[in-house]
């Protein structure tokens, strides 16, 4: 089947030769002519099967089951609720609030930076076999939470996603860092509209931003994430911020970030949708996914795990290829149960961990058991 632009080019083909037809021999001219229209539709077609095979270049479909290794059930009293959980390269990072959550307004509309009353959450530390290495309570706080992590220093970071500017001496400080004892140390201006938050190696803070974070509400008119993608140290001062090169554009808003065991930074964002990485020199290269709206990014070596775009609940493996991102093949996750866990199951996660949290269940496992 050819596009129209394929027909026009024959078309064009044929004009022009039927005007020089008129200052040549005519059988030698059709006889050209004739060759000619069908190079230009094998080549063509060529094109058309080499857009089909990118397109659709996934060999089958693998399911693989994961195993529970831990059940936040038994951790749970009768009003508490989980509010974060995360993985990150050495452990599992909990966030448990004791009281009923009030995170958006009574019409749903809006979100809700702080309670007016305090309430108690718990940070629960697991190792990433499953055993509880330590839980701390942080007492009277006002501030909802939407982001859990663990720093090298063995200190709490409690991210809120939303922070209000109302003038320069009244900011949301929503990053929010405690010690084992429950303790505030220091808090930070993180910028309203946090996506994702991710801890590198060096106990760096890298936050990304969806868009209201990028483009400003809340009172912020010139946003703290207006490029999308931050690296702060553990004081909370900024030390690099993301700047497109060439090919690339500004972000809308990042969809997915991770790091990978060798302390790069990957992201994924809107409205074009690359794949980038920036190594540890700050150098950036980037690939075409040929995939919108996926929301997640996990990393092995150069095979990349991302979740199936806006429409699917699976995930796609990719090959990188030297430019080329190639897809290998679907994945679908399953508990013992024959439960799908999908994309509304996944949690962070460092580099190639792949946790999931399904019915206070906590799964982990890891794009190497990808065969």
């Known amino acids: 089947m050819f596009y129209i632009s394929h027909i026009g080019r024959i078309y064009n083909i044929c004009y022009i030769f039927n005007c020089c037809s008129q200052f040549e021999k005519p059988k030698s001219m059709r006889f050209i002519k004739s060759i000619l229209i069908i190079i230009i539709m094998v080549s063509c077609q060529n094109k058309e099967n080499k857009k089909a095979e990118n397109s659709n270049m996934i060999f089958g479909t693998k399911s693989l089951i994961v195993k529970p290794i831990i ?10 609720e989980i509010i974060s959980v995360s993985v990150d390269k050495n452990g599992i990072n909990t966030l448990i609030i004791h009281s009923a959550p009030q995170y958006r307004t009574e019409n749903g509309m809006f979100a809700v930076i702080k309670s007016d009353k305090p309430k108690n959450y718990t940070f629960i530390r697991f190792d990433l076999k499953g055993n509880e290495t330590f839980r701390t309570l942080i007492k009277d706080e006002y501030y909802n939470f939407h982001n859990v992590n663990f720093l090298p220093t063995k200190e ?6 939303r922070s209000r500017y109302i003038n320069e001496d009244e900011i949301d400080k929503n990053a929010r860092i405690y010690n084992l004892k429950g303790d505030l ?12 938050v991710q801890i590198d190696d060096d106990g760096n803070i890298w936050t990304s931003y969806f868009d209201e974070g990028i483009f400003g509400n809340y009172g912020w008119n010139e946003p703290i994430g207006t490029p999308g993608l931050i690296c702060w140290n553990q004081d909370g001062q ?36 690359p794949l980038v990485k920036l190594d540890n020199s700050k150098q950036i290269k980037f690939w075409n996914t040929d995939i919108g709206g996926s929301s997640s990014l996990n990393i092995s070596d150069n095979k990349v795990l991302m979740t199936d775009g806006y429409d699917g609940n699976n995930f796609i493996l990719f090959e990188i290829k030297g430019n080329k991102l190639k897809k290998t093949k679907k ?34 496992t890891n794009m190497n058991e990808i065969k």
Request: a negative charge; hydrophobic letters at 35%.
């Open 185 to 196: 140390l220091r808090d930070f201006v993180a910028g309203d509209g946090i996506q994702d």
């Open 238 to 273: 900024k030390i690099w911020e993301f700047e497109p090169t060439d090919g690339l554009d500004h972000m809308a808003d990042c969809y997915a970030m991770n790091i990978d065991s060798d302390n790069n930074t990957w992201f994924y964002y809107y409205t074009e949708f």
């Open 156 to 161: 709490i970071l409690l991210i809120c996603g």
């Open 331 to 364: 994945i679908k996750f399953k508990s013992e149960e024959n439960k799908e866990l999908n994309k509304r199951n996944y949690i962070t996660s460092f580099g190639s961990n792949i946790g999931f949290l399904s019915e206070n269940k906590i799964y982990l």
């Open 71 to 80: 059940n936040l059930s038994e951790k749970l009293d009768s009003e508490d």
